[in-house]
T-cell receptor, first 113, second 111 residues
Framework: SAVISQKPSRDICQRGTSLTIQCQVD?????MFWYRQQPGQSLTLIAT?????????ESGFVIDKFPISRPNLTFSTLTVSNMSPEDSSIYLC??????????FGPGTRLTVL | EDKVVQSPLSLVVHEGDTVTLNCSYE??????LLWYKQEKKAPTFLFMLTSSGIEKKSGRLSSILDKKELSSILNITATQTGDSAIYLC???????????WGAGTKLIIKP
């Protein structure tokens, strides 16, 4: 399975600011996914990031709030913009293996004050 | 609408007990069912099931899929405190590449 790293591991931010989360994979992958997990909830897909094209956002998520970059096949970033306390969550990136399984990065725990 | 339902939502048992977690699904053109363990932040992959009746096993954990009943169970025998986690079930369908997630079962193992 792919080895995935995420930065930062955690952060505490002030409302109104933005945070960019990085996701690095040790091998080339076609699809990368960004999830949010709010406290006590299951995973919610934010968007799918394919290299060379714009990310595909799920219902309830928009590019202005969660801009995503995917400059190559091993790297992606998710920005959480103009943050509010409701954005406090764990943010996870994952990659799709050739066997239909997704593997996850270690996650970023974001607290917005 | 596609959905995945896990039960129970939470479970507290004592070390050494055996537990069975359930996952049922309603999806169009089912392809596979996956189990993950989430301890702190990142879910870690446990099993992927595609065929009915074939048990997957890893140490004290095992899982089986029943396509007739549209469900799967995850068994943990001789539980240890390190098994305390949220266990997530997800399903894939032919219609797209996304995972459809259940709400998870929070398992607490008391010493």
């Amino acid at each position: 399975s792919a080895v995935i790293s995420q930065k930062p591991s955690r952060d505490i931010c002030q409302r109104g600011t933005s945070l960019t989360i990085q996701c690095q994979v040790d091998s080339q992958v076609t699809m990368m996914f960004w999830y949010r997990q709010q406290p006590g909830q299951s995973l919610t897909l934010i968007a799918t990031a394919n290299q060379g094209s714009e990310a595909t956002y799920e219902s309830g998520f928009v590019i202005d709030k969660f801009p995503i970059s995917r400059p190559n096949l091993t790297f992606s970033t998710l920005t959480v913009s103009n943050m509010s306390p409701e954005d406090s969550s764990i943010y996870l990136c994952s990659v799709d293996s050739s066997t239909d399984t997704q593997y996850f990065g270690p996650g970023t725990r974001l607290t917005v004050l | 609408e596609d959905k995945v339902v896990q039960s129970p939502l939470s479970l507290v048992v004592h070390e050494g007990d055996t537990v069975t977690l359930n996952c049922s699904y309603e999806v169009t053109n089912f392809r596979s069912l996956l189990w993950y363990k989430q301890e702190k932040k990142a879910p870690t992959f446990l099993f992927m099931l595609t065929s009915s009746g074939i048990e997957k096993k890893s140490g004290r954990l095992s899982s089986i899929l029943d396509k007739k009943e549209l469900s799967s169970i995850l068994n943990i025998t001789a539980t240890q405190t390190g098994d305390s986690a949220i266990y997530l079930c997800a399903v894939t369908a032919d219609s797209n590449y996304q995972l459809i997630w259940g709400a998870g079962t929070k398992l607490i193992i008391k010493p």
